[in-house]
T-cell receptor
């Protein structure tokens, strides 16, 4: 079985400060991991993914995420937050040994204050 | 940039009525999906569709639900007799491939279904 947890419902950060949105996962095999962002009245937009290779994955809009196998985490990061980054962020995982359908987390609301 | 579109953006219906939610996936994509998100809860998988048939479905996708690709562009989700608990945001998604599992999905903006 595959599962993903986003332990924070909301993250608040000041503009210009680094941000982290947390995600942990559980799979029986190896994970494919994804981050999506949802702006108001829009669908989920793909940000980045980890399939294999380098643990640090770079994606759209200056975001990056670090795959940590020992901690089963895939936290989303950005060195300097923008007000326009305020949105809902979803982590998703797919177990390579199971269904090809990813499981999504509940989402974390990121609020960047000016 | 191509995108997935969904209509309507908001649907209000009475309990027991049938609703059809419509989606136009990205034109060269082969795999189509429906998800739903009840307010404040996680995004839940409903069904995936490939080559004009359901390839996978979740426990949520019971006999009240059906999907169809009536023509070369539309992908629909039908709920035959809506219940109050069907109130949610319904997302359509598509991807170029599905079974490899490492392709990202492209999501539509969602249809908010309210059952009264």
């Amino acid at each position: 079985a595959q599962s993903v947890a986003q332990p924070e419902d909301q993250v608040n950060v000041a503009e210009g400060n680094p941000l982290t949105v947390k995600c942990t996962y559980s799979v029986s095999g190896n994970p494919y991991l994804f981050w999506y962002v949802q702006y108001p009245n829009r669908g989920l937009q793909f940000l980045l993914k980890y399939i294999t290779g380098d643990n640090l994955v770079k994606g759209s809009y200056g975001f990056e995420a670090e795959f940590n196998k020992s901690q089963t985490s895939f936290h989303l990061k950005k060195p300097s937050a923008l007000v326009s980054d305020s949105a809902l962020y979803f982590c998703a995982v797919r177990d390579t040994g199971g269904s090809y359908i990813p499981t999504f987390g509940r989402g974390t609301s990121l609020i960047v204050h000016p | 940039e191509p995108e997935v579109t969904q209509t309507p953006s908001h649907q209000v219906t009475q309990m027991g009525q049938e609703v059809i939610l419509r989606c136009v996936p990205i034109s060269n994509h082969l795999y189509f999906y429906w998800y739903r998100q009840i307010l404040g809860q996680k995004v839940e998988f409903l069904v995936s569709f490939y080559n004009n048939e359901i390839s996978e479905k979740s426990e949520i996708f019971d006999d009240q639900f059906s999907v169809e690709r009536p023509d070369g562009s539309n992908f629909t989700l039908k709920i035959r007799s809506t219940k109050l608990e069907d109130s949610a945001m319904y997302f359509c998604a598509s991807s170029v491939q599905g079974t490899s599992g490492n392709n990202e999905q492209f999501f539509g903006p969602g249809t908010r279904l309210t059952v009264l």
